[in-house]
Structure formats: structure tokens, C-alpha cells
């Protein structure tokens, strides 16, 4: 019995830590989502050196299901949801007591420098979109899966991953969280818009496309100026 209740104790004293351990993971699986978009990224690009082709059509193909539907639209969100709370109220986000244990430069590598890389990404290589309607159904499939992960965490545990969430009621986590679907969906909008703006028509594969200043001297070759 003495064995037992000595067991039972050391469970308990350690719940805490394993419940903030857990927290912290569940903060910091969408920056594992950026680490594995661009380790996919870096991938297709040795592939494509190595093998001297410009198309590795599934690790392609993969990489940019992982951007457009994910990486970009979470990021994005990532960013404008934690500076908007942390602007308002920082204790909801990111508490003071956490300078102690993340330097600052650590908190930007979170929250701030995801959007800059993945802009540059839009800028710099185009992007296949998939159909709008299976690029919101894994948008979707994807929240879920987080919100499911958050909600978990806390009926194991009892502590949320971000303190905001402990001043909701449970209908107010349900607004919250269908907002900021709404939020996701609409981010995802403005990156598919800018990605066909910089790269090309909407319904074509931006890989393919010829840019717009040669279809213009194709055309100005084929037509011969008349007299």
C-alpha cells in the first residue's frame, strides 16, 4: 500500500510539468509545419540539381499542397491573431513570466519571421493551387485537427496552450475557433490572388506559364509591322 500511495504521489507531482510540457508541443507544432514545408522545399530543390530536371513531380507536387493549403494560410494567422492579442493584452498570449525561459529573438522566430519567409516564397516561386473547394476542405481538415489537439490537451491536462482560451466560455471557444477558420479561409483567398497576380491566370499551372513580357515579344515577332 505504502508502495502504492508513494506511486500515486510522484504521479501527481509530476502531472504539472507534463501538462506544461504538453502545452508548449501543442504551441509550437505550427512552427514544426513551417520546418517541414521548407524541408520539403529544400528537398525539391536538390532533386531538381542533381537530376537536372525542372519538375520532381510528386516532391512538386507536394510541396506546394504543403504551402498553399497550410504553411501560408497558418502562418499568416499565426502572425496576425498573436500580435493583435499581444498588442491588446500580452498576459492572454505570451505571459511576462515566459522572458524568463524564451529569449526575445525566440518569440519572432515564432510569431513574427514566418510571414516575411513565406511571402518571399509567393514572390519568389510560383505555386499550384489546388481547386479552391479541396484547398478550403484541407484548410479545414487541418484546423480541425489543431483544435482537436488543443481540446485534448486540455481535457488531459487542464491547462490550455494559450491563457486566452481560459477566459472564453465554451460557447465563446466556439465562436473564437470558427472565426478564425473565417480568418484562415479568407488568408488563404489573398494567397491563392497573390500568387496567379504575380504568376499567372488562375486556372493554369504557374510552373508552365509563359511570363507576360515574352508572350509579348512572341507576339510582336509574329506580327510583322505593317507599312
Request: hydrophobic share 45%; aromatic share 14%.
Amino acid at each position: 500500500m505504502s508502495v502504492l500511495s508513494h506511486r500515486s504521489s510522484d504521479q501527481a507531482a509530476s502531472r504539472p510539468s507534463s501538462a506544461s510540457e504538453m502545452a508548449q508541443e501543442a504551441a509550437w507544432e505550427p512552427q514544426l509545419l513551417q520546418a517541414i514545408f521548407f524541408g520539403v522545399a529544400c528537398l525539391d530543390d536538390v532533386l531538381k540539381r542533381i537530376t537536372g530536371r525542372k519538375n520532381i513531380k510528386f516532391v512538386t507536387a507536394f510541396r506546394d499542397l504543403l504551402f498553399t493549403t497550410l504553411a501560408f494560410p497558418v502562418s499568416t494567422f499565426i502572425f496576425l491573431s498573436f500580435w493583435t492579442i499581444f498588442l491588446y493584452n500580452r498576459e492572454l498570449v505570451y505571459p511576462r513570466s515566459a522572458d524568463a525561459i524564451f529569449p526575445v529573438w525566440l518569440n519572432h522566430a515564432m510569431h513574427t519571421s514566418i510571414v516575411p519567409l513565406s511571402l518571399l516564397e509567393i514572390v519568389l516561386r510560383p505555386h499550384h493551387y489546388p481547386s479552391r473547394k479541396a484547398g478550403l476542405t484541407l484548410l479545414a481538415a487541418g484546423s480541425l485537427a489543431y483544435i482537436s489537439r488543443v481540446l485534448w490537451i486540455y481535457s488531459e491536462t487542464g491547462k490550455w496552450v494559450y491563457p486566452v482560451f481560459a477566459k472564453l466560455s465554451p460557447v465563446g471557444l466556439a465562436v473564437f475557433f470558427s472565426l478564425s477558420f473565417v480568418l484562415s479561409a479568407g488568408i488563404y483567398l489573398f494567397g491563392e490572388k497573390l500568387n496567379h497576380w504575380k504568376w499567372g491566370r488562375k486556372d493554369a499551372d504557374p510552373r508552365t506559364q509563359v511570363p507576360q513580357e515574352e508572350k509579348t515579344n512572341l507576339k510582336e515577332t509574329a506580327d510583322p509591322e505593317r507599312d
